[in-house]
């Protein structure tokens, strides 16, 4: 659904990723993972539409698109929940879920029940202010709120950073449920280990703005990836 090939990407004379390949396909996670600083944020803000990229091609649908900005890709129906959450302290939860309605036809312009039923807290606490709420109900809210979007293609930064471990559960579960309703693809950035490894389907290992391990579940090992990563944040 989602899929870029040979992707560059500069932040003025800074070469912050180095033609890397990534899908994302219904039905399915892709983890991407690495330590802080390897590309993993400005990846998302690249595919998300936030940021130009330098070279490389993108295609959505089969579609090869051009320059194209982050209200575009929300229209064609890529949400994004971006690390630290960036929800609007000052509006209630309604409000701030109501957000989302901005890339939506005026008759889809609600907030469907699933919603509710997947974050209760969401409907308990609708008329609270977004600042009021925990970190992870403020995650929760974040999720719903790129949810409210209908998206085909959902991109999470880091969902679990510092949730406490039953909202890290519930958010596994919710992730899990869409994945297996099979029509969404979902790009997950993470760095807690068992999560994504639990998770995902596809993965995707940045080192300095580079792949060095990629493939489908299936063909790697866990013992392999952990290494990795591990091996990585200990020469760090």
């Known amino acids: 659904m989602l899929e870029a090939n040979d992707l560059t990407l500069h932040y003025g004379g800074s070469q912050i990723l180095h ?10 996670v892709t983890c991407v993972m690495g330590n802080n600083g390897v590309g993993k944020t400005s990846l998302m803000n690249l595919l998300a539409g936030r940021h130009p990229r330098s070279g490389g091609r993108i295609a959505f649908d089969g579609r090869e698109l051009g320059r194209v900005s982050a209200q575009q890709m929300a229209r064609m129906g890529v949400g994004y929940v971006p690390q630290g959450r960036a929800i609007f302290p000052m509006l209630t939860v309604r409000e701030n879920m109501e957000t989302g309605f901005a890339c939506l036809p005026r008759a889809e312009r609600r907030i469907p029940d699933e919603i509710f039923d997947s974050f209760p807290v969401l409907a308990e606490m609708a008329h609270r202010r977004g600042g009021d709420l925990s970190g ?5 809210l974040a999720i719903a709120r790129a949810l409210i979007t209908r998206p085909r293609v959902l991109l999470l930064d880091e969902p679990t950073e510092g949730i406490q471990p039953n909202i890290i559960a519930q958010i596994g579960r919710v992730i899990a449920a869409l994945r297996d309703r099979g029509d969404m693809a979902i790009l997950l950035v993470e760095q807690f280990f068992d999560f994504a490894w639990d998770l995902g389907d596809d993965f995707l290992v940045l080192e300095r703005g580079r792949a ?4 489908p579940k299936a063909d790697l090992r866990r013992e392999d990836l952990h290494a990795r990563l591990a091996g990585h944040a200990d020469a760090a």
Do not use: F, K, L, N
């Open 19 to 28: 033609g890397i390949d990534i899908a994302a396909r219904p039905g399915r």
């Open 212 to 215: 060095v391990m990629q493939g």
């Open 136 to 140: 992870g109900q403020q995650q929760q």
